[in-house]
């Protein structure tokens, strides 16, 4: 079985910080590409970081400049660094990759993590 494991997230007031992992575990794979996804509560889940196999990154127009994607050199584990956080980046984030299934999207997901940032 090829998961993708998470841990960080929590509580955190507006203006901090917060950092989210995400590790590929069970069947050997590696992270080329990858993406975080959100789901704000009453809101669709949407992709607001990704990184691509060249390491290039996108991210979603209200994260930009304060969040960054990342992946470690042996391509095992994503992060999410979240700077200056606000109330309205409070969602479950679920990180995903593996195989390609279209754009922005992959095969596998992570458990999901829940950052609440309060005011």
């Known amino acids: 079985q090829a998961q993708l494991v998470q841990s960080g997230g929590g509580l955190v007031q507006a203006g901090g910080s917060l950092r989210l992992s995400c590790t590929a575990s069970?069947?050997?794979?590696?992270?080329?590409?990858a993406g975080w996804y959100r789901e704000a509560p009453g809101k669709h889940r949407e992709l607001v970081a990704s990184?691509?196999?060249?390491?290039?990154?996108k991210y979603e127009d209200s994260v930009k400049g304060r969040f960054t994607i990342s992946r470690d050199n042996a391509k095992i584990t994503v992060y999410l660094l979240m700077d200056r956080l606000k109330p309205e980046d409070t969602g479950v984030y679920y990180c995903?990759?593996?195989?390609?299934?279209?754009?922005?999207?992959?095969?596998?997901w992570g458990q999901g993590t829940q950052v609440t940032v309060s005011s």
């Open positions: 069970g069947s050997a794979f590696s992270i080329n590409a």
């Open positions: 990184i691509s196999s060249d390491g290039s990154t």
């Open positions: 995903n990759a593996g195989p390609p299934r279209g754009w922005g999207l992959w095969e596998y």
